[in-house]
């Protein structure tokens, strides 16, 4: 709430003083791109009306020619224009702020009740006028008021903020620096309350900064493959906030982002571990639930040991779901360092979900984790036996689980690495022995001792020690 008062009084100080001294701000000044009712801008407006006339949507996309280019991609088509989101598209090519300031004063956001509005707007701004014409000064202030007409308007609708995307091939490019200007302005608007920040802009870019024509065609607009960068690292978020409004999510939503209310506070010690080491290098990072996470607990005398071999971040976090990862790993947790590798074991707390839902949430881990960490490996383990003996359901469902995720090691970037025999009893029944695992599910110093020597063999050949 602060920072939206302090955006309503910046804006309003420039207007007025633009208005006092007879100079007005260009993005703040609200005017169409065509008052002829015949140009296609005006046309394209009239047809959002009649949209927005037969209800609106509750999850809609606000831009220039970017958003407006993502709606007849293939993509949209599949994923967003269709239930459960029936987003609406209000893109239009050419937009600047004080462009999407008309529309919006002329009822785009009228008449019906968003739940999540996707913002991206501004690379116009400072590419259709010179810095002497509009400063990232203005571009800011247009951005904000930009929010703050949709918060005045939608007032219940979270907002998803883009920073405007690299443009240019190089990466020292006039009009990329001056949006990097603006991006780190408009990055800090994001309170995790009404403004959520979806920043993927390095998934653009190659290693060092330039754009390939494969993502970008005319380094300015996405191709197919960045619009589908672009719909994959979205959807996660407008899906959990859609969850946080009590929307059902759809099909294998446990490979979708999701934060419970109490779930930011719990974090803070795992995301301040992970924070504190940017600019470093890992051997292994750990990835999972409680049972990653009690190499810290139970298991504290073996990884003390462990830690003096290997470099080792572990984030494994108690209580945690797939969701939970996939919402931490979009959230910081995998940013600013390097690893050789990953160790991934996650799925026995999502305990309502199918197999198959389990697993779509492991692939998605997999998937951010190699989008954010190309070079390194990722050592897989199944989910660990637990419950007494095999008949249990859980234990028959986790089963099922390991089957799928198996199929998703190729031996090369992802290893399979199941030795869940060396838990269990010989016979028939599989018995979980309470010597290994006292409230079979944890391990105890000896089940993390299993643990040790069965992975050990990888981290030797991955990291070289």
């Known amino acids: 709430m602060f920072k939206m008062r302090k955006l309503f009084f910046a804006a309003f100080a420039v207007t007025f003083a633009g208005a006092l001294f007879g100079v007005p701000v260009s993005s703040i000044t609200p005017e169409p791109q065509s008052s002829d009712p015949d140009n296609w801008w ?260 073996v990884y003390k040991k462990l830690c003096e071999d290997y470099k080792i971040l572990n984030l494994g976090h108690s209580g945690d779901r797939t969701e939970h990862l996939v919402w931490r790993f979009l959230n910081g947790e995998l940013e600013g360092y390097k690893t050789k590798m990953f160790m991934l074991m996650i799925g026995t707390n999502n305990g309502g979900d199918s197999a198959e839902d389990v697993a779509a949430g492991v692939k998605r881990i997999i998937e951010i984790c190699q989008e954010k960490h190309p070079e390194a490996k990722m050592l897989l383990l199944p989910i660990f036996p637990r419950n007494d003996n095999a008949r249990n359901n859980h234990r028959i469902k986790n089963e099922k689980t390991n089957e799928i995720i198996k199929t998703y090691a190729d031996g090369d970037k992802v290893i399979w690495c199941d030795f869940n025999d060396k838990f269990l009893e010989p016979g028939p029944d599989k018995v979980l022995p309470r010597s290994l695992m006292p409230d079979l599910l944890h391990p105890n110093h000896d089940g993390y001792l299993i643990w040790d020597a069965a992975v050990r063999p990888y981290f030797k050949k991955i990291c070289g020690k």
């Not at 002329?106 to 991206?120: F, M, N, R, S, T």
């Not at 701004?125 to 939608?154: C, F, L, M, Y």
């Not at 990653?292 to 504290?300: A, C, F, K, S």
Request: glycine letters at 10%; hydrophobic letters at 35%; proline letters at 5%.
């Open 42 to 301: 005006q046309k394209r407006f009239a047809e959002k009306q009649e949209l927005v006339k037969k209800g609106g949507s509750e999850v809609v996309f606000i831009g220039d020619s970017i958003t407006h280019g993502l709606e007849g991609s293939e993509v949209w088509k599949t994923k967003l224009a269709v239930a459960p989101y029936n987003a609406l598209n209000l893109g239009f090519g050419g937009d600047r702020t004080e462009h999407v300031l008309w529309r919006l004063d002329h009822g785009e956001l009228d008449g019906y009740k968003a739940k999540v509005v996707v913002l991206l707007i501004g690379t116009n701004n400072t590419g259709h006028r010179s810095r002497a014409d509009e400063t990232p000064v203005d571009t800011i202030i247009g951005i904000n008021e930009v929010i703050r007409k949709i918060r005045w308007k939608q007032p219940q609708a979270k907002i998803i903020l883009h920073p405007i995307f690299p443009r240019g091939e190089k990466p020292d490019d006039e009009l990329r620096v001056r949006n990097e200007i603006v991006n780190n302005s408009i990055r800090q608007l994001a309170d995790g309350q009404t403004i959520f920040l979806c920043d993927f802009n390095d998934l653009l870019t190659e290693p060092d900064g330039t754009l390939s024509k494969e993502m970008m065609p005319d380094f300015l607009h996405p191709g197919p493959k960045g619009q589908k960068i672009w719909v994959r690292s979205v959807l996660p978020l407008i899906n959990r906030l859609l969850a946080a409004s009590g929307d059902d999510l759809p099909p294998a939503a446990r490979a979708t982002a999701r934060r419970l209310p109490e779930y930011v506070g719990r974090m803070t010690d795992r995301r301040r571990k992970a924070m504190e080491n940017k600019g470093g290098t890992f051997d292994v990072v750990f990835l999972g639930d409680s049972i990653t996470h009690g190499w810290e607990g139970q298991g504290r005398e």
